[in-house]
């Protein structure tokens, strides 16, 4: 469970980030590299401690892989084709 601020935030744009990509047509491979870049420039810039990266790639590779958050709402109302 993700507690500092800073890092919810991240994740918070991580994973509307993943959504968008999805629903732009971009399917698990691209999103997984998307999120091992997103990872691999935090630890780089060091603006989240190494252990709250950690925590937040636990947290975002949960969300990649639940395929609920990626299912397509379907918008169109069903009708009667009778």
Do not use: C, P
Request: charged share 30%; net charge negative.
């Amino acid at each position: 469970m993700l507690q500092d601020t800073q890092t919810i935030r991240h994740y918070q744009q991580l994973t509307d980030s993943l959504v968008e990509m999805w629903n732009r047509g971009y399917r698990f491979d691209d999103l997984r590299l998307y999120l091992d870049g997103y990872l691999a420039a935090l630890r780089n810039t060091k603006v989240v401690e190494a252990y709250q990266v950690h925590r937040l790639e636990e947290e975002a590779t949960r969300y990649l892989y639940d395929t609920s958050n990626f299912n397509m709402l379907q918008t169109e109302r069903e009708t009667d084709y009778y």
